[in-house]
């Protein structure tokens, strides 16, 4: 801990001369290093606000001074300070909540919750790490802040997982607690045939007599004026109750579709977050916490190596269940991996470095690196700088904001925008596929 803050103090000091006394001393004096490991510099500051500040004005000053003082490339995390006391808990113990907490936890869980949807169990990286600290949050003083809790992102991230740790951790608080998980859809069938059976007061009261209500999917309610109707009254009978209500969607509530507006601004009236596809490390603590819930041995070596193989967090399960029913003994080795993944022993996957994947593009298009990196948008820009988006998110598996950090501080949303513009011109032939190949499969450095 002592080396953290001496290496910090470091930091710092060489922070100082490169920016104005006002910024350094509203940024980055109440900064802390929490954690140096593998190269990812994990960093604590006292809001999402500053969070977002120092991210978009001073993460190349930031970079550049970590890279000198640690003598590698960093991978540099931010993490609001509330999230430190559950790191701390973590690091201590291997559990996310500490044994006090769990004194008195009943046994049992929610009706349709799994039980083992809990956020002891979580692994937390940059691409969830806001959405598990305002879940966290949630759970602890539900229906105070934070009402709506709104989580969206796409398939198989770890939106449904968040949502039952909430419904999970406030019944082990309080297993008195009327709590409801359902999805959009049998929401919607709930009030279809309430309104079939005539039988609306029994509907009306299971919903709006709750402590928690969580729908999953919510953006499946477009288009159904009466289903919209129903949920908008429900929302508001439990808000003005003070019970905690925690949605989730495949996108924010601003790009949700016929959708009624009175509705939409319920449902960003509290806080939006979005979970990210996880990156290369979570990927790899996804993989040894499944193994551990499975009960089989996995070497952290053997994780990364399926980590590099699959993006998506349900389809790592999905893979390591395979590679389980293959394997006869409480060991996974090397062996029953390699003919999983179907590759020899001299064919590893290869991950390339950022900065490669960023050259062969520029290389590609004839562009320069500052060019591709500029606040610019010329027209002859544009295209490589999404290409770039696109293979950093696909080849590499990086997230949003690290994306928009390596091509010149850009915000994560227009990420989002180049990767999914790459994608649908792909599905539609407007561009070639030779674009998967700019990146040699051969690269000449690694990330790992």
């Not at 969070?51 to 000198?68: A, G, P």
């Not at 893979?319 to 996974?332: A, N, P």
């Not at 500052?370 to 295209?383: H, M, N, Y």
Request: one cysteine or more; hydrophobic letters at 40%.
């Amino acid at each position: 801990m002592e080396d953290l803050k001496k290496l910090w103090n470091t930091v710092l000091g060489e922070i100082e001369v490169e920016v104005s006394k006002a910024n350094f001393l509203t940024l980055f004096k109440r900064t802390s290093l929490i954690s140096l490991e593998n190269n990812v510099v994990t960093i604590a500051a006292p809001s999402t606000m500053i969070i977002d500040l120092l991210q978009r004005k001073f993460y190349d000053i930031i970079k550049k001074s970590v890279d000198k003082n640690i003598g590698a490339e960093a991978q540099i995390i931010f993490v609001p300070k509330t999230i430190i006391e559950v790191l701390e808990t973590a690091s201590k113990d291997g559990t996310l909540f500490s044994e006090d907490e769990k004194v008195g936890k009943p046994i049992g869980h929610p009706p349709r919750v799994r039980a083992d949807y809990t956020f002891e169990n979580m692994a937390v990286s940059s691409s969830n790490q806001l959405a598990f600290v305002s879940a966290t949050t949630v759970a602890k003083n539900p229906g105070v802040t934070y009402n709506p809790l709104f989580i969206y992102g796409p398939t198989g991230v770890g939106k449904t997982h968040l949502m039952q740790a909430v419904a999970n951790e406030v019944y082990f608080k309080n297993p008195n607690r009327r709590i409801l998980y359902t999805t959009s859809e049998e929401f919607t069938n709930e009030v279809v045939e309430a309104i079939r059976t005539n039988n609306t007061a029994n509907m009306k009261r299971k919903f709006r007599e709750l402590d928690l209500l969580i729908i999953d999917d919510i953006q499946f309610v477009a288009g159904k004026e009466k289903i919209q109707e129903e949920l908008f009254h429900t929302f508001n009978t439990l808000v003005d109750k003070s019970a905690q209500i925690v949605l989730s969607s495949d996108r924010p509530p601003a790009e949700i579709k016929q959708v009624e507006k009175r509705l939409l601004s319920r449902f960003a009236g509290g806080l939006t977050v979005d979970v990210q596809s996880p990156d290369f490390e979570l990927r790899t603590a996804i993989l040894l916490i499944k193994a551990k819930k499975y009960g089989v041995g996995l070497s952290i070596e053997l994780a990364k190596l399926i980590a590099q193989k699959e993006q998506d967090a349900r389809g790592l399960e999905g893979l390591l269940l395979r590679i389980i029913t293959q394997q006869g003994e409480d060991e996974i080795t090397e062996d029953i991996v390699y003919s999983v993944l179907s590759l020899s022993k001299d064919e590893k996957p290869v991950t390339h470095h950022p900065d490669e994947v960023i050259e062969s593009v520029c290389s590609f298009y004839n562009v320069k690196l500052t060019q591709l990196r500029s606040a610019k948008r010329d027209a002859f820009l544009v295209r490589p700088r999404q290409v770039a988006m696109f293979l950093l998110k696909k080849k590499l598996g990086l997230t949003f904001v690290e994306i928009g950090h390596l091509l010149g501080g850009r915000d994560h949303t227009t990420v989002i925008y180049g990767v999914g513009k790459i994608e649908n011109m792909l599905e539609k032939s407007l561009i070639s596929d030779d674009i998967l190949g700019i990146v040699s499969p051969n690269p000449g450095k690694n990330v790992n």
